[in-house]
């Protein structure tokens, strides 16, 4: 699957079959994580890859009950490292350390589209019970929650908004 197709299939999956990941898919998917573009080439983010049981019931908890989480085999929590303000100062800590992880996670969820597993962008958590769950360091904020797995479902594709209300062209 090219990256177009990949980019058009994505899909917000909440449903997962009981179904393991494969080592090599899992190599796969770090590797997108760590190859995306990061302010000044820092890479200053950390991303957990949970597949105890325990743990991705507390993180779905954490998540305002969204209990699908629990159902992925594999659990990423996306962190953003705001060490990243000792070269960009406040603007890195609020906006390129957002924009570093959230880079990373497109990376992963494009790649997961074109290996036939499905993903969902997951915001809605109580950062500290996050952080207490996975015992973070201090520096380390939770941007995002990626449950990852086999669809089990096959969503339709939401409408987008029109071209040119999304894009202004300037000549």
Avoid: H
Avoid at 36 to 46: D, H, I, T, V
Avoid at 80 to 92: L, M, P, Q, T, V
Wanted: hydrophobic fraction near 40%; proline fraction near 5%; charged fraction near 30%.
């Amino acid at each position: 699957m090219d990256v177009y197709e990949a980019i058009l299939k994505r899909r917000s999956i909440r449903k997962f079959k009981d179904k393991e990941i494969p080592t090599e898919v899992i190599d796969k998917l770090i590797d997108a994580l760590i190859w995306a573009p990061s302010a000044g080439n820092l890479q200053k983010r950390k991303f957990y890859f949970v597949f105890n049981k325990d743990i991705k019931e507390k993180l779905a908890k954490a998540s305002y009950n969204q209990n699908f989480i629990k159902s992925a085999p594999l659990v990423i929590v996306c962190c953003g490292d705001k060490n990243i303000s000792k070269n960009y100062g406040e603007r890195g800590e609020r906006l390129y350390l957002i924009c570093d992880v959230s880079a990373s996670i497109e990376n992963l969820m494009l790649l997961a589209t074109s290996l036939g597993l499905g993903t969902c962008w997951i915001g809605a958590f109580d950062e500290n019970e996050v952080r207490k769950i996975l015992n973070l360091d201090e520096n380390l904020i939770p941007i995002a929650i990626i449950p990852v797995g086999y669809p089990d479902e096959k969503p339709n594709p939401p409408k987008r908004v029109e071209k040119g209300e999304a894009v202004e062209i300037i000549e």
